[in-house]
Each structure stands twice: as structure tokens, then as C-alpha cells.
């Protein structure tokens, strides 16, 4: 079958890529679309170190082939979003609702994909660039089959990850302030966040100009080229600001925008030893600096939930999707990305 794998040095396109059966309690799934989110491009160059060969991808959503004993809640031919959390469901973390944080669920990179008769790692749990992958159970989420798979496969990681820090981790209230620093896949959802939560002034700041149309479509009631101006338009300051770029000079321009008890969430992902600063004086009024990982989600009922909201016209997911790729084009769909040119490029089989 045809994947993607990044052996080290390049990211290339194989033909000849094998995945085993399901065991208990998993799943295997028939990838129909997956989206090129920027973390993928990062184990690529670097920022996000992964061991290799590895087959890249995380945001997908396929049709179940087949399921390992003890599955019960999908079934060969139900329609299904990924998620990348793959997280064990019985320790104290799980049973507190918390997912994210199982650490069963993070650096334990499995290897179900063999190519040349060697064995290749999975990435983030799931490796959607190819045909088909092996996830556990607890990874599949059913969604309704009217739900168009390129729209459905952003909801595992641009989706949970953006609304879901606005609605899990902020916690965005009616009549609140939000500043967004980037408007990317991520940034586009944290906006559509806070649209759902009621916030009143939701301002976007992207150095392009030409994001400002697809910023307001998603929420943005004020459009800036620079976080230099925030005040500008907020003269006290925001009740939250996202950062969703990932660098560290922005992180300080987020912090420095908040007004007193405001928070500033962290979801952009700079390189792994990258360091900020902030005036810590200026945290004395019941501020704070919040990291985010995957919006906080709970995936089996976030993504359900965020379908229905698609299907109400509530939740806008079609409109991410700015172009579609066959995935033999995925030199292509990175060039894209990397220059900005989509808000998501999406990835078909």
C-alpha cells in the first residue's frame, strides 16, 4: 500500500508499505482523507524530534476494516475520525477526564508498519498517510456518514486542538476578550472557539494581510497585521490571548497583551529547547501563562460533538479545507503549507 515515510532525511512516497491485523482492542481503518498539519512538516525538519523511519501524519478519517476482539462501539464499515490520543483509559489521569495528560499516551511510539521487511514507527499514534493504519480502539470516534471524510479527518488535531483550548483550557466565557496570534489552521479554529463561546471582542493578528477575510468568516470581529496594536483597539488589554504560531518572541507579545486576570495559552510549538521571557511584575494581577495539549480534549465526546455542531451549520469545517491533494502530490501539499498558502491541505487516498 502507499504511504508517506520520513526516513531521516526526506520525506518520500513508498508503494510497498505493510500494516498487521487489529489485536485486541484495536482497529484497523481505511484512510480516506488526512490532513498536512504543520507538526507533521515538523518532525521533518527537526523542531519535533521522532525516532525513523517513521510514517508521518495525525489528522485523518477513514472506514473501519476491521476491529480486534473485545471493540465493541465501531464496526467494519462505520465512518470514523482519528484522534492521537492514544491513552490507556484506566489510570488516575483517564479517570479524572484528564486524557491528555496519560502518560501511557505520550513517547511510546509503536511500530505496526513493516516496509523492505523492517519495522517503521507510527506517528502521534496514528500515521494517517497511508492507505491504512492499526489504532487503538479508544482512537476511533463514529461520526455520521454525511460528514464529508476531508472535513471530518481536521476535527482529530486542528479542531480538538483550537476550539478545544478556547472551551476545555480557557474556558472563554460569554462577553470576554480574545486575542489570536496567527491565523493557521489552529488559529482559524481557535477563533471559531470563540465565536461558540459567546465571546464579544475576538481579535486576529496574522502578518498577512490576506488572512484577514477567512479570519472574520471564522470569527474575528478585528483584523491586525501587528500584536504591537492591540491596544490599540483593547486599551486594557485582552481576558485571553493564543498564541498559535510557536515562536517566542510572540509568546512575550501575548503575555504583555493580556489586561489584569487575563491568561495566555500556549499552542504554537517552537523548537524544544526554545526559552521565553516576560516581565514577571506584570503578573501580579492574577495573570497567567497556560500550556495547552490537544485543546484539553476528551475525544470521544469532543469529536462527536463537533460533528454535530458541523451538521447544525454551527461549526464551520468545510471552509477549512483549502485544497485537496492525492497523497502522490504530497511534495506539493508541504510547499503549500510551509508557504502559507492553506489554511489546511488535505490529503486523499
Known sequence: MRGVIFDGKQARIVTDLQVREPGPGEVLVGIRAAGLCHSDLSVVDGTIPFPVPVVLGHEGAGIVEAVGGGVTHVAPGDHVALSTLANCGTCAECDRGRPTMCRRAIGRPGRPFRLGGQPVHQFAASSVFAERTVVKAVQAVRIPDDVPLPSAALIGCGVLTGVGAVLNRARVDR???????????????????????????????????????????????????????????????????????????????????????????????????????????????????????????????????????????????????????????????????????????????
Open 175 to 349: 462577553g470576554d476578550s480574545v486575542l489570536v496570534i496567527g491565523t493557521g489552521g489552529i488559529g482559524l479554529n481557535v477563533l471559531q472557539g470563540a465565536r461558540l463561546a459567546g465571546a464579544l471582542r475576538i481579535v486576529a493578528v496574522d502578518a498577512n494581510p490576506a488572512k484577514e477575510e477567512p479570519a472574520r468568516r471564522f470569527g474575528a470581529t478585528d483584523f491586525l497585521t501587528s500584536a504591537e496594536r492591540v491596544r490599540d483597539v483593547l486599551p486594557t488589554g485582552v481576558d485571553h490571548a493564543f498564541e498559535c504560531v510557536g515562536r517566542v518572541e510572540l509568546i512575550r507579545q501575548a503575555i504583555d497583551a493580556l489586561d489584569r486576570h487575563g491568561q495566555a495559552v500556549l499552542l504554537g510549538v517552537p523548537p524544544a529547547t526554545a526559552e521565553a521571557s516576560f516581565r514577571v511584575s506584570s503578573m501580579y494581577l492574577d495573570k497567567s501563562v497556560l500550556g495547552c495539549r490537544y485543546g484539553s480534549s476528551r475525544p470521544q465526546r469532543d469529536i462527536a460533538l463537533y460533528a454535530d455542531l458541523y451538521r447544525e451549520g454551527r461549526l464551520l469545517l468545510d471552509e477549512l479545507v483549502t485544497r485537496t491533494y492525492p497523497v502522490e502530490d504530497f511534495e506539493e501539499a508541504a510547499r503549500d503549507a510551509e508557504a502559507g498558502r492553506v489554511a489546511r491541505g488535505v490529503l486523499t487516498f
